[in-house]
């Protein structure tokens, strides 16, 4: 699967931006996907996981509640909607994918990755 994301940007405190993440190469309803960040210096981590009909989601408790994952897959294409933003959602964004869908908040267990998005949140 090569994945292929953008929409990143600048915004600021309080702002919205939407992620997507274009998908090829593989059945895209058949891979569940997931979306990752990275800030400088630390760890990759788990934001936002979306099964491969769409009906399961999870998200990591620091954006529940202001991000929504959601795909189409009639278009090959996952998206993060990221509502009230804050400064430390600053991060390059990474969308996954793999086949199997377990340990989804492990990044190890993702074998499919896009090359990142950079967004950045000013207070």
């Known amino acids: 699967v090569q994945l292929q994301a953008s929409g990143g940007g600048s915004v600021q405190a309080g702002g919205s931006l939407r992620l997507s993440c274009a998908a090829s190469?593989?059945?895209?309803?058949?891979?569940?996907m997931a979306w990752f960040r990275q800030a400088p210096g630390k760890e990759r981590e788990f934001v936002a996981y979306i099964g491969w009909s769409g009906s399961r989601t999870s998200y990591a408790d620091s954006v529940k509640g202001r991000f929504t994952i959601s795909r189409d897959n009639a278009k090959n294409t996952l998206y993060l909607q990221m509502n009230s933003l804050k400064p430390e959602d600053t991060a390059v964004y990474y969308c996954?994918?793999?086949?199997?869908?377990?340990?989804?908040?492990?990044?190890?267990?993702?074998?499919?990755w896009g090359q990142g998005t950079q967004v950045t949140v000013s207070s």
């Open positions: 996954a994918g793999q086949l199997s869908g377990t340990r989804f908040q492990d990044k190890y267990a993702w074998g499919y």
């Open positions: 190469g593989h059945s895209f309803r058949s891979v569940s």
